[in-house]
């Protein structure tokens, strides 16, 4: 772990890092990549500045926007207990009235649902939980570490304080999770918990270099059969893509039009990025202009 100063935070996309590298050990992992350009993933870096240039970015702005915060690297990972970064970031969204579009794996964000439910009153709050499956063996040979439960638990207090969920179907690993059970009990915990989107990532694995050899080395440790099997049939291919991926996404699609769940990536990513104002208009009580 080190820390850094920045001069900026938000990518042009309104894309924001505060940590760079990798905390958990999922086996797939984009921060990986050598496209990430992080020289050594396991030396986290730390934006500890981060809130005050946020700040500084927001007010410049004409415009009010969604932020997406941990697109690369999980901004509720262990070190945020430690730092409480994000918890600042949250509260300079708060004051400057921005929205807000969080990826995590953590329950370490219900820390923050003070911030996070204010700031749905007043704007769009979603959070996308990445989710492989509810199969304690396979979420353990794909997280390597069982986390579920933890995983359930933010899910369930998010729904009972009715903030947005996105439940991420990722990563979908050939020979692992690629079944209709698994993903049938993924869109029941999703009917369960009335999430209303699911990302289905197109129900494939990406891998590019760096994370693809780490992938594999991860995997061999955990299931070495396994792990020569898919390199036998996907050798250096940057995407693991099931042979039975037709018959998945139409099992998705039939499921989630019959319970009314959004799985349309393109709407759901249009859902995300679009900013609301939740105050403007709203009618102003007797006792707004007492004292």
Do not use: W
């Amino acid at each position: 772990m080190h820390i850094v100063e920045v001069k900026t935070i938000l990518t042009p996309q309104n894309g924001m890092n505060i940590y760079r590298g990798v905390t958990d050990h999922c086996i797939v992992s984009p921060v990986r990549a050598k496209t990430a350009r992080v020289e050594n993933p396991e030396d986290v870096e730390v934006k500890q500045d981060a809130a005050r240039v946020l700040e500084h970015s927001l007010r410049r702005k004409r415009t009010r926007g969604m932020i997406s915060v941990g697109g690369l690297s999980d901004p509720y990972n262990p070190l945020e207990e430690k730092f409480g970064i994000m918890r600042d970031c949250l509260r300079v969204l708060d004051r400057c009235d921005f929205g807000v579009c969080i990826t995590t794996r953590y329950s370490l964000l219900l820390r923050d649902l003070d911030i996070l439910k204010e700031l749905a009153r007043k704007t769009k709050v979603v959070i996308c939980i990445p989710f492989p499956t509810v199969q304690t063996e396979q979420f353990r040979l794909i997280e390597g570490e069982l986390g579920m439960s933890d995983r359930l638990r933010l899910i369930d207090e998010l729904s009972k304080e009715k903030i947005e969920t996105v439940l991420l179907l990722d990563p979908i690993i050939p020979k692992i999770n690629d079944t209709k059970t698994s993903l049938g009990m993924l869109l029941q915990l999703a009917g369960d918990y009335h999430i209303r989107m699911v990302d289905h990532r197109d129900m494939k694995c990406q891998l590019q270099n760096g994370s693809r050899e780490y992938f594999y080395k991860e995997l061999l440790m955990r299931d070495r059969d396994l792990a020569l099997k898919l390199r036998e049939i996907y050798g250096e291919e940057n995407e693991l893509v099931p042979e039975n991926q037709k018959d998945l996404l139409a099992y998705l699609f039939d499921s989630c039009k019959a319970n009314d769940v959004i799985c349309d990536r393109k709407e759901i990513l249009t859902y995300c990025r679009k900013y609301e104002n939740k105050t403007e208009g709203e009618q102003l009580s007797i006792d707004s202009f007492i004292g």
